[in-house]
């Protein structure tokens, strides 16, 4: 019979500690102190923070410029097959922005296939140097336009090596 007290407390005394733990994960004391183990507290917020960023989030426009093939010379002994189109992202509903790029969209490609064709093959085919020439795209063409784009794409973008030019 003491067997069996026994075997029935301990185990009482084992599910007491359960609750006890589980309710210490479960019901928080304070929001900033209750610790979150598996994470659940995250999920409410994830939600409300992605609407906030939904809410702020900047629509854009894009216009794409027609597809430039030419050939880069940088160092005058191997030629560089370039194949790229670009689009530039401007704010939703700004039709002066778009206005304006299509009346320079000319003077724009003129400029990217100018700033490209210095580039060597080595230059165009590492991503990083890409970046790098995006952004240094994205400064000039802003310099042509009055209203400034907030993104260049590039939709396509394909460089090939070529032979030595005899």
Excluded: C, W
Excluded at 47 to 68: C, G, H, I, M
Excluded at 126 to 151: C, F, G, H, M, T
Excluded at 153 to 165: A, C, G, N
């Amino acid at each position: 019979m003491d067997k069996k007290k026994s075997i029935i407390s301990a185990g009482g005394l084992l599910i007491l500690i359960l609750i006890a733990v589980l309710a210490y994960i479960f019901i928080p004391i304070s929001d900033e102190k209750a610790p979150d183990p598996f994470g659940l507290k995250s999920i409410g917020k994830d939600k409300s923070q992605a609407k906030k960023k939904k809410e702020k989030k900047n629509y854009q426009t894009t216009y794409q410029l027609d597809e430039l093939k030419f050939f880069a010379l940088p160092d005058e002994t191997r030629k560089t097959y370039v194949d790229i189109q670009v689009s530039l992202a401007f704010p939703m509903n700004d039709h002066e922005t778009e206005s304006e790029i299509i009346i320079k969209r000319e003077q724009i490609k003129k400029f990217i296939k100018h700033h490209i064709s210095q580039k060597s093959y080595y230059q165009l085919k590492e991503a990083n140097k890409r970046e790098s020439i995006k952004y240094e795209l994205l400064e000039r063409i802003n310099k042509i336009l009055k209203r400034p784009v907030q993104d260049i794409y590039f939709t396509k973008f394909f460089v090939m090596p070529r032979q030595k030019i005899d």
